[in-house]
């Protein structure tokens, strides 16, 4: 494994191409190794019927929302963490992982508490439908309980990348999963479980992460070492991390509130709806992998080129980002379009899905590849430390284009083809802004003195 300042060296001065897939690899692999626990939770739920599918899509969203209250600390974090150590300031590194670590601690336990307590009327807002609202609770309650556990080991990750060590947190990644698609069948079938089956696989498996990741932090395992003394009280660390960290928090919050609400104008259209939007999540989770996976190498790059002033060199890594996306994306859709029957089918033999499938294939599907350019000009941002610029950016997306148009069209056409439709309009609308604002350049300023 490289040193710190090896990993550091390569970033900064080696191939940008070698160095961008050589990070993004892992990255990669361990999205991949999450869609197919996804696409095989999917599978399993499946097969007790569409109101047991439709439980963890439902979920989704509110647990999104919950944590990205903390999130949005975690990615100043990544920024100040990956510009420290791109300037070289290795000790300042490990000062904010830690704070960062114990600020998520304290956080995620009332966040915890509190999504449980009002898990019953977020049900009830979004308009889950009866079939599927005692399903929808049970996977609630306990994927709530798990939020310390979930944010935890995603600080964990985002700690790794940051100093540009993707292959650690991929390894640990790649476990928990591994072990979550084992006890996903046990605990519903030969348990009984069902769905709350499904959910405590993911909890048990998720801590059993967050504990490694924890042990490599503390114990110098890694190429980064927290320690007791970094993580007591900083509150002048805490104040900047606050206001790098707000626009990030109130932006992820803000989005995955409106996502609340598209769950909401979705369910209006019933069951069969938001089991293929479900579906439809999880499909595409699989060519967001790869994409992902070249975003997020691309955020631990740009983060040590901007700590170390060398702007240029961070927008020609966006640049060739960027580009590998919309590709990879591309490829990905025409696979989508071509075989969405069969595709659709492997998982649940309903006429109705099949058939709302087509209005996916047809209004939503072609604006994939511009979500890839929309999601790595938001990482570019964030990686920066420019938080506020995703703030306008993920609200004008969401509040500005999405929700209103899916709502005004599905309303209009008095069909959920209008949905799909505003969904697919606020991909490439959004990407086509991000990307007018990456190329005005106001990101390329450090955030670190």
């Not at 960290?245 to 609400?261: E, K, Q, R």
Request: charged share 15%.
């Amino acid at each position: 494994m490289p040193t710190l300042q090896q990993a550091r060296e390569e970033i900064l001065h080696g191939s940008i191409e070698k160095t961008l897939l050589k990070l993004a690899f892992p990255l990669i692999i361990n999205n991949l190794v999450q869609v197919m626990y996804n696409l095989a939770d999917t599978f399993w739920l499946a097969r007790l019927g569409k109101a047991e599918l439709s439980a963890p899509g439902t979920v989704w969203p509110l647990l999104w929302f919950m944590t990205s209250l903390g999130a949005g600390f975690v990615t100043a974090g990544f920024a100040m963490v990956s510009q420290y150590v791109g300037a070289g300031e290795f000790k300042k590194a490990g000062k904010v992982a830690g704070s960062l670590y114990a600020l998520l601690l304290f956080l995620s336990s009332i966040l915890a508490i509190f999504g449980i307590v009002i898990a019953p009327h977020a049900l009830k807002f979004v308009r889950v439908t009866p079939e599927v609202y005692p399903f929808a609770l049970k996977y609630m309650i306990i994927v709530f309980a798990g939020i310390p556990i979930a944010l935890t080991l995603y600080a964990f990750n985002f700690i790794l990348r940051a100093v540009g060590d993707t292959r650690t947190p991929v390894i640990v990644n790649v476990f928990t999963i591994i072990l979550n698609i084992v006890l996903d069948p046990i605990f519903i079938f030969p348990l009984g479980m069902g769905v709350l089956g499904a959910a405590l696989a993911t909890v048990v498996s998720e801590g059993i992460g967050s504990v490694i990741g924890g042990y490599l932090l503390f114990t110098g395992k890694v190429s980064i070492r927290i320690t007791i003394e970094d993580m007591k009280p900083d509150f002048s660390l805490y104040w900047k991390t606050f206001k790098v960290g707000l626009p990030a928090t109130i932006g992820d919050s803000a989005n995955s509130f409106g996502f609340v609400l598209l769950t909401r104008i979705i369910y209006g259209y019933g069951t069969v709806a938001f089991a293929t939007y479900t579906i439809t999540n999880r499909l595409t989770n699989f060519m967001f992998a790869f994409a992902d996976g070249i975003s997020q190498a691309m955020g631990t790059m740009i983060g040590q080129n901007v700590g170390a002033e060398k702007y240029e060199r961070a927008k020609t890594i966006a640049e060739k980002a960027m580009l590998i996306n919309f590709l990879i994306l591309s490829l990905g859709t025409i696979v989508f379009i071509a075989f969405r029957e069969q595709i659709f089918g492997f998982f649940i033999r309903d006429p109705g899905i099949l058939k709302e499938s087509e209005k996916v294939v047809k209004y939503f599907a072609a604006s994939f590849p511009f979500f890839g350019i929309f999601a790595a000009v938001t990482n570019v941002f964030a990686s920066a430390g420019h938080t506020k610029k995703n703030l306008v950016l993920g609200t004008i997306r969401l509040w500005g284009l999405r929700i209103p148009l899916s709502y005004y069209l599905g309303k209009r056409l008095h069909d959920s083809a209008g949905v799909w439709i505003g969904m697919g309009l606020s991909n490439v609308i959004s990407a086509l802004i991000g990307l007018a604002w990456f190329m005005k350049g106001s990101w390329m300023r450090r955030i670190i003195e």
